[in-house]
Structures are given as C-alpha cells and as structure tokens.
C-alpha cells in the first residue's frame, strides 16, 4: 500500500465484507466523539476519537484492515488519510461512506459536487481558480466566526481562516514567478468573488447547511470543515500531478500537505 492510499466502502460493500470475513480479520473503529458513540454505534467496534488518533494511531493492529466510520464520513475520511500516512499499517485502510447514518438507513444529506477546476486550462486560469477557491474558504471561516460566539474553539476558526489567506499568498508567487504580468495581491484576491470553495461546491450552501443544524453543532461543523480542507488537499495533489517535473509541482504538494496539517488542526482543536 502506497501512503495516502485508502479505500472508499460504501454500505453495501461492507455489510458484503463482514458476512465475508472472520471478525479476526479486521476493525471497525468509531472516531466519533464519545457522547456519539453512546448513543449509538455499530456493534463491535472501537471508540477512539478523531482528536487522538494521531497520538494512538500505533494502539491499531497493524496486522488487519482498518475500517474507519463516523456520523457521515467526513471525520472518518481524514482518519484514514492519517492511518495511511504512517508506514505502519500492513493490510487495507477504508473509509466507511455515509457513516453511522448510512449503517442505520437514514439519507446522508449532500449536494451534489460541481467541477470547477479545469486540469488542462492555462496556468493563468488554473491559478486564478486556486486563488478564489482559497478566497471563498476564507469567506466561509469569516461567517463561521460571526455565527459560533466565544467558543473553545474559535481561536481554531481564526487560524484556518487566517491559513486560507495565506494560500493565496503563495499561490499568487507562484503565478508571478511564471513571468505573467499581474495585478498586485491585494487587488487582485480583493477582486475575486470567493463564491465556491474547494470541492465546487457555493460557500452560500455550505452554510445553509450549517445554519440547519439542530444538533451535535461541533461535530457537524467539524465534518463541513474537513470537508473543505479535505477537497483542498485532493485538488493540490491533482494538479500537482498535472505539474509532474515542473517547478511547480513542490509547490502544490507543499500545499497538500499544509491542508492535512490544518486537518489535524482542526480534528484536534475542534474536539
């Protein structure tokens, strides 16, 4: 297994799984938080919450295929991008799609994910397009801050906010350094409507979504959050790749990894 190689399992295939397979083969580990998890969780599994795997990843058998689930995958999908960025584990690593909500046959609300990045643009588009993704993020944490009050963990929301500025910081040198002549960062991020973020989909419905929370706030936000850093970190792996044996190309994975840093800010400042 490569690292930052896991696998996806949507319900189906893990309800097929586990007929399939002696319970010594595997885990199913919960990275919910503990409230959630007395609630209710899927049998035979393990508590151990998003904020400590880091810290207790190795506790893990690295001898079994590690299936990590949350509320809806979100929390789950950046366990796994951890799990499989240690040389540790010697079987599979998968992220349980849908979560607790699929495993017990509700709907897993989500809008649908829209294309926004163009791979075989100019550089000029593809850093523009960088730019505003980076733009709207920012504008998506600067709403979030006007909503949560004095929190535990606004000061998390501030400097995730504050990363996001810093991004297009770094993106814009890059695009300067291509020789292209451009308008000055602060008019140029200024200009930029921020209206998507990373993933495609509108900062307007993104919180929509947080605004219909009833319940569980923190750990709703949380997944919306590593939602965003997570589609952050997949789209600058992927132009990476389209900048293979370029300058440019440390870059993007500098920034790739930068957005798994700030999900495990956010798992650990947010729990």
Request: proline share 4%; net charge negative.
């Amino acid at each position: 297994m490569q690292l930052d190689d896991y696998y996806e399992m949507n319900m189906e295939a893990f309800r097929k799984f586990r007929k399939e397979k002696a319970e010594s083969e595997y885990l199913v580990v919960d990275v919910r938080f503990p409230e959630e998890y007395e609630e209710e969780h899927i049998p035979g599994c393990v508590l151990l919450p998003l904020a400590e795997i880091n810290a207790r990843l190795t506790e893990l058998p690295a001898d079994k295929d590690i299936i990590f689930y949350c509320h809806s995958g979100k929390r789950s999908r950046t366990a796994a991008l951890f799990a499989t960025s240690v040389p540790f584990f010697q079987k599979k690593i998968y992220n349980l799609e849908g979560g607790i909500i699929s495993f017990t046959d509700r709907t897993v609300p989500d809008y649908p994910v829209l294309q926004v990045f163009d791979f075989d643009a100019d550089l000029s588009v593809l850093f523009r397009t960088a730019m505003n993704l980076e733009r709207g993020a920012e504008k998506f944490y600067q709403a979030v801050l006007q909503d949560i009050g004095d929190v535990p963990y606004r000061r998390t929301i501030e400097v995730l906010g504050q990363a996001e500025t810093g991004h297009a910081r770094l993106i814009y040198s890059m695009w300067a350094k291509t020789g292209e002549t451009i308008p000055p960062f602060e008019e140029l991020y200024a200009s930029l409507p921020g209206d998507i973020v990373e993933g495609g989909k509108p900062v307007a419905e993104h919180l929509e979504k947080l605004h219909k929370i009833e319940d569980n706030f923190e750990a709703r936000l949380l997944e919306i959050v590593l939602e965003i850093e997570h589609a952050a970190y997949d789209l600058y792996r992927s132009v990476a790749l389209r900048l293979q044996g370029t300058e440019l190309e440390t870059s993007f994975i500098t920034l790739a990894e930068a957005e798994k840093g700030h999900m495990l800010l956010a798992s650990q400042g947010m729990c």
